[in-house]
């Protein structure tokens, strides 16, 4: 499959943003953890913006450096929303409320508890009305996720807006789930060239190859984070060379991702 990358945006610890991120990724300057904390957006009326959680928020701020990255208009583009887990803050709210002797839900923890609460949010802020797809795979998500945005341009022959993110859960369900980190990413692809294209994307599904040589820091990072699997790809386009990359998916293969890049990714 086949598509043309016009912007991309990306949130975690120590990486604050597609521009202010390049050189980290591209392994020129060392890379520093530091706690991530992501801003209610202004896209929403101040109602939405109160009952937005951690995931929604992360989801629309990659989503919008996507999109003003590649001059876009968001309410333009098909999106396709993935993650391993949604709203883990929530999860754990809902079941201490169940798990209590007062078993009342409030509606907002309910509808932010269904996994396509982001992608609703995002047509509250944007409105789009263009197809929407969320889906989870797992540790493979962003994989999957990746591979139905590059169908959907081949397809449907149409730009989309790839927006993968996960957070992590509170105790006790970090024992059983970890997910190190807050990471989002987002990337807008087309079917065809335009004066926006700053790479071309090739996408594959092949048996498992070899790992990526990720800047210090950052492998433990991208092994930690489902959402982060995408690192390899992140940092072969801040290197903004000709790059072949695997990508994690289901057991025994991987997406294989080759990289044409067009002009700096500025």
């Known amino acids: 499959m086949h598509a043309w990358l016009e912007g991309i945006g990306v949130i975690g610890p120590g990486l604050k943003g597609w521009r202010a991120s390049q050189s980290v990724l591209a392994g020129t300057q060392p890379y520093f953890h530091e706690p991530v904390s992501v801003a ?93 797809t969320t889906l989870c795979a797992y540790d493979a998500s962003f994989a999957a996720g990746l591979i139905e945005a590059m169908a959907w341009v081949a397809v449907e022959r149409q730009p989309v807006l790839l927006v993968a993110y996960d957070t992590p859960y509170p105790e006790p369900l970090r024992s059983v789930r970890p997910i190190v980190a807050i990471f989002g990413v987002a990337f807008v692809l087309a079917p065809a060239r335009t004066d ?57 293969m991987s997406v294989s991702a080759v990289i044409e890049p067009l002009r700096p990714t500025d």
């Open 196 to 252: 926006r294209s700053i790479a071309t994307l090739d996408v594959d599904v092949r048996p498992t190859v070899s790992k990526a040589d990720l800047p210090e820091g950052l492998a433990a990072l991208c092994e930690g984070v489902p959402a982060a699997r995408s690192l390899p790809l992140l940092c072969a386009l801040a290197r903004a060379l000709a790059a072949e990359v695997s990508i994690d998916y289901l057991d025994g």
């Open 40 to 132: 209610a957006s202004d896209w929403l009326p101040p109602a939405e913006r109160r009952r937005t959680g951690t995931s929604v928020r992360l989801a629309l701020a990659v989503g919008r450096e996507a999109c003003e990255h590649s001059g876009r208009v968001p309410r333009s583009l098909a999106t396709v929303f993935t993650s391993s887990g949604g709203d883990g803050d929530n999860q754990h709210a809902i079941c201490e409320t169940l798990a209590s002797d007062v078993r009342d839900l409030s509606p907002t923890r309910f509808h932010n508890s269904v996994h396509n609460a982001p992608a609703g949010y995002w047509g509250v802020a944007t409105g789009a009305m263009e197809s929407s």
